[in-house]
């Protein structure tokens, strides 16, 4: 448009219905499929089938905070499932004393965990490493650890099962926390952190600006190579977390299972949510919303007697209609 | 329309009447008309939003039109798109490059329009008849070698032996000049005389009013919408078409085109000294000094190495050789950061590429550089960036329906604006302002010309850099001229004026001001 | 091949270079490295992926990317199966077939939805997916031996694996079309620069839909050898497929964000990683050391992480952003 055109343009847009439709499109998904599973699912309003729907939800959406955040800087990280099975070994081998025996259970087991998340971290913060100081893109530099981080657990457990019954460390997976699943609190409770966060803080700003325009923000004196290192270092953590959290619900660790698939689901979540591929935007309830709708969605299927297999191929559609509708919201 | 002089009596190429356009309710063409014949070089001018870039997009198949006849080549002419108009013998050069840089010039010249044998293509035949192509302008280059290798001009002339491979006879030009030096200008100016004497008719788009003087036959001068002069290029003075663009008078525009009227600053002491500067490849030997209260620019042809030096300055490239003392103290800046820190500002010229981010509302593009002392505990607090917001817009003037409306759905002008409010927010000592009113309608021009006037005299340093002369001769009290990353002179009060500069930009250090370029 | 820029080919060669010192290695080493036996086993099992890897090679030179191929390749594979009874032509078109049809459908979601690669292909690898489990009913689809489908997979022509003559000849042909046909050049024209070849007047979208539906046909093609190499259609193998063409791919040189890349040196970078895995079988027979099968992913995404460096410190345009 011409300069006339620009500065005679009135300064609120048109909002068609449509658009606004797309704008608000997943919570409106959301309350659709909750409405449509009221009226025809049986026990659909119970608090067991909330908690095995926010249970499933609950790892995907974990990892899917951690992806926003790396999405919303404009980037990918591809390499999440790997350090989800990287943690995952990596946990038992410790609290089960394989390689030094700690005495007090709780200390080897806090040891376990925290070790585990941040050797997690650390890995992610390696990607960023990659991806700043080689100016590697980061679906490529992700994509080493997604190879040859499960080889990693795989090579550190030989492939073995770990099984395990520690009460002191399933909790995580197992245990409630007045009625509700830890791990589902552990999500709502970095959902929160991590929305504020990005709304209200400082770091938050600055990593949309990254995703808006990096050349502009770096122009402006955001420290864009240490915010990077920051945020694929976070998604690692979160990723540490959720593989937590796998193992200890199946009471093993398999390094060939935890994870896989992962990286995809989180990015589903992602895009289905809102966040712009493309950075600059981002929604972290969004996430969480993709992910309940993704879930809702094979739930109502799988409870009405759909097979699963077709509830993949309906999954499919779901998102490529969703990110279609996001992008007619855009315009 | 005034006193259409049209060439010879045989009917025109390219006759464009009466055609309008409108966008949303808002005029864009109001009942303009162009027209072309062959083997004519005709300019198309007008300040930006006139409606030239429309009445091509127009006659291209870009836009439809809203009423009007186009006629070419005697029947009457209809393109669904810039393809088709190609087709149909109307191809444009755009200002930016086209083409498709990893490729080779053969095939940026010939895909689409291949040569085979036996169903696959031939290559020897291409380049063969890449070569001939560009050998009619004298270009000799190794075809097989991808585009961009080879300097904008030649990727330029590349964009015209395609056009010409697929026989255009009208070939229409938007800006083809913006990213050549002098040398470079002379060779395209020679590629359209051939095209004229082949017959082939060109349509030159350009702000660079000398060089319109150089090589076209006519000119229609566009304002608001409407064509509102059209007249041989010989028969009006460069100071008339300059008020015809505007819409001023003659004598008004002759006393001074822009806002800074001419410097009479209070200058104060040295705030930035730069010693032998070297960065990159455009960067080899430069030092210059800038003191508060003045406003220095930084003159050149393109390709000199301004905003390189300038960059290095700020800290967003890297110094291969040289030191900086900002106010006193050495200045390393390992990144921009470090430059803001010690009260530097930047705004590069591409705002759009550098400048803004554009989902974002315009108080957080405001305010991107102040964020870390709105900050407290690591929270932004929204109420002391509100009221640096609405100080700013306030003061610059800035037109907006509020600071959370999105800085993309802004004039270029108060993007611009935005852009220069996020420095000033930050209290600078120094402002490095590359190509501040770029882009920009006149009025947004003035404004931004008289804000930069205003710094100055409140005791700031600017380095300013424009391409547009004027701008820097009477917006400047100092002007360093580079020249293939030197700098090669310096003028102050009397010597800034247009001969001085224009000769060392072109001629360096042995420069004769005798011997400028006049119309 | 027609050298197309320095860094294409410094990239390309480095990949040859790797290959032949990993080749000279192993020969030193290893008995019967070099010999037919090996040879023919390490040709007939990489050649489903050298397929997807060709096709993912053209995707990727578009400058798009499709994470499909692995799914596309199970569901060619249980496809086939099922139709093996009905013989080896039968159930090879029908495999194709079905490959074809999740490239059809990447294609219209891409070129006329408009929605970007990453996000399109995620979703059909999704629908794949299911499909193939669908059609299995969760299972191995088992092949049907008196048909003279396995011969296909298992068999052989003057001692060279057919699988391997299926792979050469689709390379061939892949080269032919990239260096000798409109279409070639014009998929590298898009991935350098899809803006300007539309403007050129270049047949954009129908290329952009064709490049979809050949890797869609190459992966269906590479799951009917699966099939017919191992007996059985496997709804739920080609997992990580795609990741592995696609570090092929980038290994051979050819630039992530599109426009430049050669067919050979794709080729050339399926082996190297095939061969890795290769190596480390005959280091774990010679017992020297014992390197399980898991460290084989460990090398190989040293292996990727080392050529990208490269690529990086030798590439001058660091800062494209590849498009999802």
Known sequence: MSEAELAATPPARQIAPLGLLARYSTLVALLALIAFNMAFTNHFLSVQTLNVNLTQVATIVIVGVGMTLVIATGGIDLSVGSLMAISGAIAPIIFMGKIVKIGEIHVAVAVAMILAVAIAGAFGWFNGWLITRFRIQPIVATLVLFIAGRGIAQVSTNGNLQPFKLAEFQWIGLGRWFGVPVQVVIMIVLVAVAAWVLRRSLFGRQILSIGGNERAARLAGVPVASIKRWVYCISGLCSGIAGLVVIAINSSSDANLVGLGMELDAIAAVAVGGTLLSGGRATIVGTLIGALIIQLVRYTLLANGVPDDVAKLVKAGLIVAAVWLQGRGQA | MTSPAISDTKAPLLAMRSVSKAFAGIPAVINASLEVGAGEVHALVGQNGAGKSTMIKILTGYFSRDAGEIAFDGAPFEARSPQDAQHKGISTIYQEINLVPYRSVTENICLGRESRRYGLLDWNAMHAEARALLERFKINVDVRQPLMRFNTATQQMVAIARAIGFSAKLVIMDEPTSSLDEREVAVLFEVIRQLKRDGVSVIFVSHKLDELYAVCDRVTIMRDGRTVKTANMSAISKLELVASMLGRDVAQVARSATAFGGRHGKIGEVILEARNLAAGHKVQDVSFSVRRGEITGLAGLLGAGRTETARLVFGADPMRAGSLDLDGA??????????????????????????????????????????????????????????????FIKRLDIKCSGPDQRIRELSGGNQQKVLLARWLAMNPKLLILDEPTRGIDVGAKAEIQKLIKELADQGLGVLMISSELEEVIEGSDRVVVLREGRNVAEFTDSGVNEANVMAAMAHGKDADPARELTP | ????????????????????????????????????????????????????????????????????????????????????????????????????????????????????????????????????????????????????????????????????????????????????????????????????????????HRIKFLVYVASGGLSGLAGVILASQFGAGQPIEGVGWELFAIASVVVGGTLLSGGLGSVGATLAGVLLLGIVFNALNFENGLGWISLSAYWQSVIRGVFLLLVVILQSRLSARSDTAAPL
């Not at chain 3, 009913?137 to 068999?155: A, E, P």
Request: hydrophobic share 50%; proline share 4%.
């Open chain 3, 1 to 204: 091949m027609r050298k197309s820029s320095l860094l294409s080919t410094l990239s390309s060669q480095g990949v040859l270079i790797a290959l032949g010192l990993l080749i000279l290695f192993g020969w030193l080493r290893y008995d019967n490295f070099l010999g037919l036996f090996n040879i023919s086993t390490v040709l007939r099992y990489n050649a489903m992926f050298a397929l997807v890897a060709l096709g993912m090679c053209f995707v990727i030179m578009t400058g798009g990317i499709d994470l499909s191929v692995g799914s596309t390749a199970a569901l060619g594979s249980v496809v086939s199966a099922l139709l093996s009874p009905y013989g080896m032509l039968v159930g090879t078109l029908g495999g194709v077939a079905a490959g074809l049809a999740v490239g059809v459908l990447n294609g219209i979601v891409i070129v006329r939805l408009r929605i970007l690669p990453f996000i399109a292909t995620l979703a059909a690898m999704l629908a794949a997916n299911g499909s193939a489990l669908l059609l299995a009913h969760d299972q191995s689809v088992s092949v049907s031996y008196d048909s003279g489908f396995t011969d296909l997979g298992q068999g052989d022509i003057f001692n060279i694996p057919i699988p391997a003559l299926i792979a050469t000849v689709a390379y061939v042909i892949g080269s032919i079309v990239l260096n000798f046909t409109s279409a070639g050049r014009t998929i590298l024209a898009i991935g350098g620069n899809e803006d300007a070849s539309q403007l050129m007047g270049l047949p954009v």
């Open chain 2, 330 to 391: 050495p200045l390393k800046p390992r990144g921009p950061l470090d430059a803001i820190n010690r009260g530097i500002g930047f705004s590069s010229e591409d705002r759009k590429l550098e400048g803004i981010i554009p989902d974002m509302s315009v108080a957080e593009n405001l305010t991107l550089a102040l964020m870390p002392q709105l900050t407290r505990a690591g929270i932004v607090d929204e109420a002391r960036q509100r009221t640096v917001v609405e100080k």
